[in-house]
């Protein structure tokens, strides 16, 4: 008999990443913005139950589909809900990303030490569309009302507020956005010197976003080491830091302003790593 093959998570959620970004979309960008305000004023995927927001990677598979309730629930979870899936519907994908501890024994010196180690583990939610659960009478919203003078905007400066260990920020030169991994410093322009308020912000989240990538962080190698401009390395960080940041701005409410630009750059940086086997989805289901 032929041997069955193991059923590969990274794989599975590469894929599906990949197919939507060759196509020109951008798969997180569903957002349910448009709807009455609710208790939170988080617009995107959340638990039905707990209204715990998804995530990282969560974040991208559940915004892929077509649903106009933001909220989603295990099979389990329905029942407890005193609900029902509704005959055909089809389970959604979601991952769980943990850190696991491993006794390794060193060949040489006989000696076992605990090593750290990630993995994923996929599960399965159903929208809440999905059920026989009555909806709830009101949605979530992102606020995103026209910023034309370029000032501050409170969604954005949040998200920004709450990275732990941020990296430091300067605006000496206004000429250049960048981020310096031997510095951990961000320089930006000034908010006055982009042609909108949104852009500062998209192109701050992009710099933000290599800030993971130090060793004191997430430790990414392709910003730890030196690459040549189109290389392997070099597509994957952008990538990285372009998916960070679109996925920020639609969190933020922003995302109808940069989407078409994201989407462009996300395309070409893609085809540039001619689809390379991406392992290490760990980054984005850490976020």
């Not at 990443?17 to 060759?22: A, D, M």
């Not at 077509?66 to 989603?72: G, I, L, Q, V």
């Not at 583990?121 to 034309?148: A, G, H, R, W």
């Not at 990285?240 to 940086?269: F, H, P, Q, R």
Request: glycine share 4%.
């Amino acid at each position: 008999m032929k041997k069955q093959q193991k059923f590969d998570v990274y794989d599975f959620v590469t894929d599906l990443v990949c197919k939507k970004l060759e196509t020109g979309v951008a798969p997180w960008r569903r957002t349910w913005g448009n709807k009455a305000a609710h208790k939170t004023n988080y617009g995107g995927p959340q638990n039905y139950m707990t209204k715990k927001p998804y995530n990282g990677v969560n974040y991208v598979l559940l915004s892929c589909t077509p649903y106009e309730s933001p909220y989603f629930l295990t099979f389990k979870q329905v029942g407890e809900c005193n609900g029902c899936v509704k005959q055909g519907e089809k389970a959604l994908p979601v991952v769980y990303w943990n850190i696991n501890e491993k006794e390794v024994k060193d060949p040489k010196s006989g000696e076992t030490e605990k090593k750290k180690y990630g993995f994923l583990k996929m599960y399965y939610v159903f929208n809440l569309d999905q059920t026989t659960i009555e909806q709830p009478k009101s949605l979530p919203s992102v606020s995103n009302e026209n910023n034309q003078d370029n000032n501050s905007l409170e969604n954005c400066e949040n998200i920004i507020s709450q990275m732990p260990n941020p990296p430091k920020l300067e605006s000496k030169d206004r000429s250049k956005a960048y981020y310096s991994p031997v510095m951990d410093l961000v320089n930006m322009p000034t908010i006055m010197d982009f042609d909108s308020s949104e852009e500062y912000y998209a192109t701050y989240y992009h710099e933000l976003i290599h800030s993971t990538g130090h060793e004191k962080r997430l430790n990414r190698k392709e910003m730890n080491q030196i690459s040549n401009f189109n290389s392997q390395e070099y597509s994957k960080e952008e990538l990285t830091a372009e998916m960070g940041a679109a996925y920020l701005c639609t969190i933020s409410g922003i995302e109808n302003v940069i989407i078409d630009n994201a989407a462009a750059y996300l395309k070409g940086w893609l085809h540039k790593l001619m689809l390379f086997p991406l392992k290490n989805w760990t980054d984005y289901a850490a976020i």
